[in-house]
Nanobody, 119 residues
Framework: QPRLVESGGGLVQPGESLRLSCAAS????????MTWYRQPPGKERELVAS????????NYGDSVRGRFTISRDNAKKTVSLQMNSLEPEDTAMYYC????????????WGQGTQVTVSG
């Protein structure tokens, strides 16, 4: 059974850092493009960062480019999001997504981890 479990969220002050992790199981992790999305309160879900399965090509949302870094460890089946210089606008539920580039049938989501930037 495919499963994604996010961790690392929490409450931080502006300017601080957090590192989110997403652990995958039940899938051939190296075959999936991995993406972090977020959904701020009262707003739609938006792309934060993605990394492809083969070429490790990364892509970032405009609001986080230069502050966030996505990485993956295929051996450990994890994808991470290093978030620096956090801002109150980064407050959101952060979700991990695994999507196969070979079939739209294989698209999985985690339950999310809350990030709150306040202070």
């Amino acid at each position: 059974q495919p499963r994604l479990v996010e961790s690392g969220g929490g409450l931080v002050q502006p300017g601080e850092s957090l590192r989110l992790s997403c652990a995958a199981s039940g899938i051939t992790f190296s075959n999936y493009d991995m993406t972090w999305y977020r959904q701020p309160p009262g707003k739609e879900r938006e792309l934060v960062a993605s990394i492809t399965q083969a070429t490790l090509l990364t892509n970032y949302g405009d609001s986080v480019r230069g502050r966030f870094t996505i990485s993956r460890d295929n051996a450990k089946k994890t994808v991470s999001l290093q978030m620096n210089s956090l801002e109150p606008e980064d407050t959101a539920m952060y979700y991990c997504n695994a999507k196969s580039p070979f079939s739209t049938k294989y698209n999985y989501w985690g339950q999310g981890t809350q990030v709150t930037v306040s202070g």
